[in-house]
């Protein structure tokens, strides 16, 4: 059909022809560049390339990008670079283990439980397309059934999980200690044997899972973890934990008293693990020992504690500690109560010397400090490892199995590793001496960024989008932007003049 001249004389870029498809849309008229000559006969036939766009309302119309097709051009910035800038090795221990589109969806998860704790499957798609999750690992697929289907996956292959953990356990200083500790987490599923009722969970009337987990102490961070049922009795779970993992060395930490002769028993073919557990105040041998005559003030702790170390006949050790504050609220609690009934002397004195006291048994030979923080900072990782119990993708009932309670304690232990080492690195920065972990997360979102801009993000770029002075200071604080260079400071005064000698 032939093009009207009307059409035909509008301007458009040189070597172009005009065709008309005859439809009555208003990209009837498309404009194709052209692409060389053939040859027929002998003569040279121009050759028709690629329609470059199309004549529009009397003018040329080149074809350009759909709307948003690469995605937004800005996403939230802050909290995802902070995750992506602790995490590179983790990443690398993935792709050296899984798939490398399953260790992107396996980081790219972790990085939104971290940045977003109480996110849930059907959200994860959302958040990663407007945060810069999208940019640190691209093309991962989140929807609320890829991301089950990867849990059970996970779940099912034992033989990459504990070669992830190996590689942790390889990366652990031979200075350092690791303690091996446990915890409960609330799991009332009805359809996977791990959900049981636990001791404490029959008399709450819920059902528990229970995760143990080895953690670095002097890093204080994990570097392994296993699921087990709720109701499995403690020292055979360790047992099982230790061999799967083929831990070597380390220091069993519990607040539950294990027969000190079943641990022994047990890991009697493994010399290089130890054990830490705490007696009773009215046990005889802290009397027998004078344990509680301290030796002195407890450096490094942060908080007013004193220690004494005993050794005792059996060739163990007792570590013993009492915390100022602790036993300041636990006499003014003595006496508080003795205001409502009859004060008994012999009791207060009695007490008195064991308020704010602990006092564990050990077969290591270890300093107070690291005796001391490894019972107490593992409370501090408990809650790191409360921050990621809400596993809304387990909500399906087809899904709702072992395996995918077993993926989703792998993925919750590397979000545990990343926030300890945000934790970390916050404190080393001193961001956290004027507001909480959860604010400055909150505040760090708040900070957008173009997509395009350059890869070592500057505060006066340009590329940021309505970001607050706050969220700046935090971000170069802690590295994620280089700071705006101050100006030279001008000498105060009137300039001196030259004065000429001659």
Known sequence: MAVPEEIRKVTRPVNTIVEDSGSDGMYRYAVRSRNGARYH??????????????????????????????????????????????SGDLLQSLLEVYPAKDAYDIIAIACLKVIRPNITCNRMQTHYDRTFTRVFYPDCSLSKNKV?????????????????????????????????????????????????????????????????????????????????????????????????????????????????????RDLADRPGLHYLTPLKRNDKRIADNDA?????????????????????????????????STASREEHSFVEHALQKDFDADKYFKKKDSFGTIVFESDEDMSPLTAYRSYSDRWLLE???????????????????????????????????VTCRILNKARDAKVLEDENYGDMMEDLSEAWRKV??????????????????????LMEALGLSKPVPEPPKRKRGRPRKNVSTG
Not at 206 to 224: F, G, H, N, Q, W
Not at 243 to 254: A, H, R, T
Not at 452 to 473: C, M, R, V
């Open 148 to 264: 089950c289907d990867l849990l059970q996956r996970i779940g099912q292959d034992g033989s990459k999980r504990r070669s992830y953990y190996n590689k942790c356990l390889s990366k652990v200083a031979v200075e350092h200690h690791v303690a091996i500790d446990g915890m409960l987490k609330q799991d009332n599923s009805e359809v996977n044997d791990l959900s049981k009722f636990s001791y404490k969970g029959r008399v709450k009337g819920t059902r528990d899972v229970s995760v143990l987990y080895a953690y670095d102490i002097d890093k204080m961070e994990p570097v392994c973890a296993e699921v087990f049922p709720g109701n499995s009795i403690d020292a055979a779970s360790y047992r099982s934990f230790i061999v799967d993992n083929d831990i070597q060395k380390g220091l069993i930490v519990d607040d539950k008293g294990f027969p000190v002769k079943t641990i022994r």
């Open 383 to 417: 809650l790191v490892f409360d921050r990621y119990k809400n596993d809304e993708c387990l909500d399906h009932t087809n899904v709702q199995n072992d395996f995918s309670v077993i993926g989703s304690e792998f993925i919750n232990f590397i979000a545990t590793i």
């Open 292 to 324: 509680l005559r301290f030796d002195g003030v407890l450096e490094g702790a942060g908080e007013d504690i004193l220690y004494s170390k005993r050794t005792i006949k059996n060739g163990t050790w007792l570590y013993s500690f009492r915390k100022i």
């Open 452 to 473: 395009n801009g350059p890869a070592e993000p500057s505060s006066d770029d340009g590329y940021w989008i309505h970001t607050l002075k706050n969220s700046f200071q």
């Open 41 to 86: 006969g002998g003569n040279p036939m121009p050759r028709n390339g690629r329609v470059i766009g199309h004549i529009i309302n009397g003018q040329y119309v080149p074809i350009v990008d759909k709307t948003a097709e690469a995605g937004p051009d800005m996403l939230s910035y802050g909290s995802a670079a902070l995750f992506h800038s602790v």
